[in-house]
């Protein structure tokens, strides 16, 4: 922490000025989970589902590349369903979310890991499903897939 403020989720400018106090805490405490199913509209199993979660907090939708990239945004993560329509978000930092299943498309990857886009992210936020995760947690939550 530096200033308050978590050094692992939004990058720390560091000048001329004084950054403020800077504390490092070492824990060894489980990070949370997040694991559903997702069904289609139908009530099947959707095998072909992109499960994205991320930070209800928009100063984390950050704009910047998602892979390659030690940078990367931390509070954002995709996932895709099995063919039984399950997924698992693992080593979560504790914090809300919004979870929401979209249909599987080259569109969706590249909005999401080519360059995070906040319109995108904001316009599903209406429609997720809000989860809170803390150290140690497995949130169940099913989905259904947004259309």
Request: aromatic share 8%.
């Amino acid at each position: 922490m530096v200033g308050g403020r978590d050094m692992a989720d939004l990058p720390i400018p560091i000048g001329t000025t004084d950054p403020g106090e800077v504390v490092v805490t070492f824990a060894d405490a489980p990070r949370g989970a997040v694991a559903g199913h997702v069904t289609t509209a139908r009530g099947g199993p959707d095998a072909e589902a992109s499960i994205l979660i991320f930070s209800t907090d928009r100063r984390y939708w950050t704009g910047q590349p998602f892979f390659g990239d030690s940078n990367k945004p931390r509070r954002i993560e995709i996932a895709l369903s099995s063919r039984l329509g399950a997924f698992e978000f693992s080593n979560m930092r504790a914090g809300e979310y919004f979870l929401a299943a979209v249909p599987d498309s080259e569109d969706v990857w590249w909005t999401i890991v080519g360059q995070t886009d906040p319109e995108l992210l904001a316009k599903l936020s209406t429609r997720a499903v809000r989860v809170a995760v803390n150290d140690g947690d497995h949130v169940v939550q099913d989905l259904q897939t947004i259309k």
